[in-house]
């Protein structure tokens, strides 16, 4: 039995060419604009940021050196040192992910590779519900219960905590808030493993666990620190939440748990019921302080994961 080549179709064939041209165009057009608009918004808080420290600023010039190394912010003096605040941030969103990360990743090893299908169906419905809780809304949570656990933990370790508002208090509010996203994907990252390289794994020996920690876990690892990524970025973010438990402490750094504490974020919030002056511009000072502490993180998370990488080889 002979086969028989069918001609295709040259309106189709052009048809067909014409919609991967359409939607290629409409992705590189979507990618453009999604640049232009955050080269715009860079462009606007780069400017209104770093006036502050030019000689011709109206208000008052600020010294950059002082601006960055300094222990105190009392807005109420002109005096904006945002060194300690640095640090605060830095310690807060560390805290977080040691807490949350670990867990967000066995939560998500545990949906995919261990529970049964109905568990693992409604642990994926939680999961995805907590992504979507608005940030006052944990905000709200962490004034009433959180607070209240940090406050009866410190009398119970006989530390003042300022009626619960602190440091801890922060930390576990926002190990909270990132704990969702790290573990949505986390958990698509694992899920996307090909079935053939557990299989493998399973075949020249390894047991079930060894698989799930040494092969599955490598594998994904992509996904998984692209969920780091976003966490930390929340974690650094986060303002309105954090600003209801943090305390603004006028001065610093807080490595006490107990003790208030101010983040760059926070710090940023206070001012916005100012529209001109010194105060209001140097939130954008402290916006691009931010911004380069996260690119800092990033690039840093990302060598870890390559190295991870390596060592997985």
Known sequence: ?????????????????????????????????????????????????????????????????EFLTGTMWRQDQGIYGVGFIVI???????????????????????IVKIAPKKISELLTTVVELLAAIPSVVYGVFASGVIV???????????????????????????????????????????????LEIE????????????????????????????????????????ATAVSMVAGNKLYGPTVNPFDITRTLTSSMLAGLKETTGLDYDIRFSVGIVLMIIILISNFAINRVKRSIGDQGK
């Open 199 to 238: 299989q493998g794994s399973l075949a020249l020996g390894a047991s079930k666990t060894q698989t799930n920690f040494k092969v599955v876990l490598i594998s994904a690892k992509s996904g998984i620190f692209a969920g780091l990524i976003l966490g930390l970025g929340r974690a650094f973010g986060e």
């Open 88 to 110: 605060n941030t830095l310690v807060s969103a560390a805290g977080a992910l040691l807490i949350s990360f670990p867990i967000s990743v066995l939560t998500a090893l545990f």
């Open 1 to 65: 039995m002979s086969l028989i080549s069918i001609p295709k179709n040259e309106s189709y064939q052009k048809r067909k060419k014409f919609i991967n041209v359409l939607f290629k165009g409409i992705f590189w057009l979507a990618g453009l604009i999604s640049a232009i608009f955050i080269l715009l918004i860079f462009i606007f808080v780069f400017q209104k940021g770093v006036q502050v420290f030019l000689p011709n600023y109206q208000y008052g010039q600020v010294n950059l050196w």
């Open 148 to 194: 209240r656990l940090v406050e009866n933990l410190g009398k119970a370790l006989g530390q003042h905590t300022w009626g619960g508002v602190s440091l801890l208090a922060v930390i576990l509010l926002l190990a909270i808030m990132i704990f969702p996203t790290m573990t949505s994907l986390s958990i698509a990252a694992i899920r996307a493993v090909p």
